[in-house]
């Protein structure tokens, strides 16, 4: 069997979303549990390059499609990524030196990350029976996973590293929690959006707040709640079926934090509470303002690799958008910040005003919203997120397009049947246009 193109990218997609989110935690998994050796690495890096190749092959053959149906959303996406090439690229040809060779290799990674989890976020089939079943079954995998950990240990923290004690090289090959917590965050987000039943949603939430609490990456955790609690309220508002399931929701997790608090006290993640005190917060707070006055002095342009300059390392960013203005200039700053914001408030428009519940519209709203947050609050540039909830998006818009065209081609069809039909009359063409008119989901006109 030949594949065309088209079929080819969606295939890649669903394989890749797989693998990078719920397969990345079984893989670790296995690996610090020593039942297989390390051949994939880190795993994300590697399968992302891999995906990279293959699409940049494929990519192509989705252009056309891709622009002509986002409204200039997908152009600006791609525009951006050439801006952050060509200015990290100019600024080591015009000042050199191993800071600014650093400095690129990390964007140059990046962008690789914002590529490929772009263009797959824009191609993977959300409507997918198979791949949801395969989410569901990672999903029961892990969740009972961390319960047996749990009822066994007493730890509320799952950390995998601790898994391994002699090979210290194997345990760099096993990620940290945030690795964790970012695959768990997307493979919840996955799954509330195509389950439509509430009392599906309810459990989803519960559990994955356990899930993510476990997993002790705050940000993410929270992130989910926060999440959590506006969908609830949005579905509350149109459902009294969903009233009781944000009752129910918020019920059982009170229950669980209050039968478990002196377990859950001492835990990091319960520090959010009193971030004065911890190390990381304090931290966290110096590389923020370090990045405010590297922005001050040079508000228009920032300072390309400012972060490595200032403290001899990579990681020595601001965990917030201000890490896109020190980098990439006020232009890239508006750039990356505006991509998810439009994002973000075009799936609440088509979800809220629209009342468009389609997965696709309720899984870009969701990864926006959870992105959009982040970036305020913790993390920078250099996370990759954030590209998939620009690929979601235009993923929902190009299925909102298509569909309508689709409606539209039928319903010229019927109207050239309806003229052919012996009897047809003025009365019953205008009766028909009233019917079409009326509102019904199939003809309703996209505001998208």
């Known amino acids: 069997m030949v594949l065309s193109g088209d079929a080819l990218t969606t295939r890649v997609s669903a394989i890749g979303f797989y693998v990078l989110f719920p397969g990345f935690i079984l893989y670790h998994t296995l690996v610090a549990m020593g039942m297989i050796p390390p051949v994939l690495g880190g795993l994300f890096g590697v399968v992302s390059v891999l995906m990279f190749i293959v699409y940049c092959a494929l990519l192509p053959s989705q252009l056309y499609v891709l622009l002509a149906t986002t409204r200039g959303y997908a152009l600006v996406t791609l525009f951006f990524f050439t801006y952050v090439l060509l200015w990290s690229v100019g600024n080591y040809g015009l000042i050199g030196g191993s800071v600014m060779r650093a400095a690129l290799t990390q964007t140059v990674e990046t962008l690789v990350l914002w590529l490929v989890l772009f263009v797959l976020g824009y191609r993977v089939p959300l409507a997918s029976p198979r791949l949801t079943r395969a989410f569901w079954i990672a999903f029961v995998l892990i969740a009972g996973y961390l319960m047996f950990h749990v009822a066994t240990t007493g730890q509320w923290m799952f950390f995998a590293r601790r898994m391994i004690e002699a090979e210290v090289e194997a345990g760099d090959s096993v990620s940290t929690y ?170 609440a428009y088509r979800l809220i005003l629209m009342g468009d519940h389609a997965a696709a519209w309720v899984f870009a709203f969701s990864i926006n919203f959870v992105c959009l947050l982040l970036m305020v609050l913790a993390k920078p540039v250099f996370w990759p997120l954030p590209a998939l909830g620009w690929g979601a998006f235009a993923n929902a818009l190009v299925a909102s397009r298509q569909g309508r065209s689709s409606a539209n081609t039928q319903q010229a069809v019927t109207n050239s049947l309806h003229h052919d039909e012996p009897g047809h009359d003025a009365a019953r063409d205008l009766q028909g246009r009233n019917d079409n008119e009326s509102g019904t989901p199939d003809f309703r006109p996209s505001a998208l």
């Open 178 to 347: 945030q690795g964790y917590a970012r695959s768990a965050l997307v493979l919840l987000l996955f799954l509330i959006a195509v389950s439509e039943r509430a009392v599906v949603r309810a459990v989803l939430i519960v559990v994955g707040a356990f899930v993510m609490f476990v997993l002790g990456a705050r940000s993410e955790l929270y992130a989910f709640l926060a999440l959590s609690a506006l969908l609830l309220m949005l579905w509350a508002g149109m459902s009294v079926k969903y009233m009781l399931t944000l009752l129910a929701v918020v019920a059982a997790l009170i229950a669980l934090v209050v039968s478990q608090f002196e377990a859950l006290a001492g835990s990091r993640q319960l520090q959010i509470f009193d971030l004065s005190g911890t190390s990381s917060w304090l931290a966290r707070q110096n590389l923020g303002q370090r990045a405010v006055e590297q922005i001050l002095s040079s508000p228009l342009l920032g300072r390309f690799g400012g972060h490595i300059a200032s403290a001899d390392m990579t990681g020595g960013y601001a965990h917030s958008m201000l890490s896109a203005w020190v980098n990439y200039g006020l232009l890239g700053f508006a750039l990356y910040v505006g991509l998810t914001f439009s994002a973000f408030v075009g799936a």
